[in-house]
């Protein structure tokens, strides 16, 4: 199994920035790509940004030029830097990762608990 831990979270004001961070722990052989997800109240959970294990990125056009996904590939961390905080970007934002627990096992997908990032004023 794997663990997701999420943190950095909280409230801020538009035009703010806040640091997600998700630690990955557990029986971890390799790491595909991570991502952060987000779904807002009544709405269907969405894609923000994934990176690859070769730092390939790919983000959702409502985020791009504001929010910058990263990795530490040594320590099994995933961190989203959000900048220019919009209303609109109010929701619980949640770690992915697709992780291998042996040489020769599938690849697994694993979700996190979820952060509440919540943009007002």
């Known amino acids: 199994q794997v663990q997701l831990v999420e943190s950095g979270g909280g409230l801020v004001q538009p035009g703010g920035s806040l640091r997600l961070s998700c630690a990955a722990s557990g029986s971890i052989f390799s790491i595909n790509s991570m991502g952060w997800y987000r779904q807002a109240p009544g709405k269907q959970r969405e894609l923000v940004a994934t990176i690859t294990s070769v730092s390939s990125t790919n983000y959702a056009d409502s985020v791009k030029g504001r929010f910058t996904i990263s990795r530490d590939n040594a320590n099994n961390t995933l961190y989203l830097q959000m900048n220019s905080l919009k209303p609109e970007d109010t929701a619980v934002y949640y770690c992915?990762?697709?992780?291998?627990?042996?040489?020769?096992?599938?690849?697994?997908?694993?979700w996190g608990q979820g952060t509440q990032v919540t943009v007002s004023s």
């Open positions: 992915h990762t697709i992780v291998r627990h042996t040489a020769r096992s599938p690849w697994y997908n694993y």
